[in-house]
């Protein structure tokens, strides 16, 4: 990125969506090795991995997964040299992923400003493993959350407070725009219209492709105090 001198967020969003059409393969691959499943279940869709890493087995659930094994509910349905069914959680996630990957692609000549794709991998794979950890079998740690969970929160948070400031920077832009008094009415609500379609964080950390049709919108920017670049 240096070496060419790429923008940081313009490269992140061409490779966002690639990133989580990874992580939905990877997921396959977990499923075919009988790994990262999920709680025991009776649906008419939970599987068995008796070959799994752990395999999902009495045995194996007392001495890899106690506080399933030792719960009511568990020992009053299972007895030993039972097979045990499972949320089959590697198909949820690639699913899910599969879903992300469609919607980054929709809307990756659709974004407000650069960027985006990425916030919008982060905010939505966050909150996709977070649910998914629910029923999968991983320690509980801080607020009986598992790490997977916490790092979920994190990656939610700074993509929400990312998004937002980029939005709250052009409603501040439009703003000025509107207020200003030199220009028609018409001709401010065109103006505010073109900012809000290019987006930015108040515009002047953010690089973005100007067209010929936006150049109206770079001078005013510019006469409002706003340092704008191509």
Known sequence: IRKNNLNWFQVSDWVAPYLILGQAI?????FLVGDCYGKPCSLPWAMNF?????????QSFKY????IFNSNSFQTIYNPGDYIYVHPTQLYESGIYLVIFIYLIYIRN???????????YLFLAGISRFLIEFLRLN???????SGAQL???MMMLISSIMMYNNRSGCFTICKDIYKNPLY??????????????????NVSRVMVDLSLEN????????????SYFE
Request: glycine share 10%.
């Open 215 to 226: 150049k109206i919108t770079k001078d005013t920017l510019n006469h409002l105090g706003y």
């Open 50 to 58: 008796s070959k799994g890493l752990p395999p999902t087995t009495y």
């Open 139 to 145: 320690p509980a740690y801080i607020f009986n959350l």
């Open 64 to 67: 890899n997964y106690p506080n």
């Open 110 to 120: 659709q974004k407000k400003y650069p960027g985006l794709i990425m916030l919008e």
């Open 151 to 153: 790092i979920s929160i």
């Open 184 to 201: 028609p009415y018409e001709y401010r609500k065109r103006e505010s219209r073109q900012v809000m379609n290019i987006g930015g964080d």
């Open 26 to 30: 990877g997921r396959i691959g977990c």
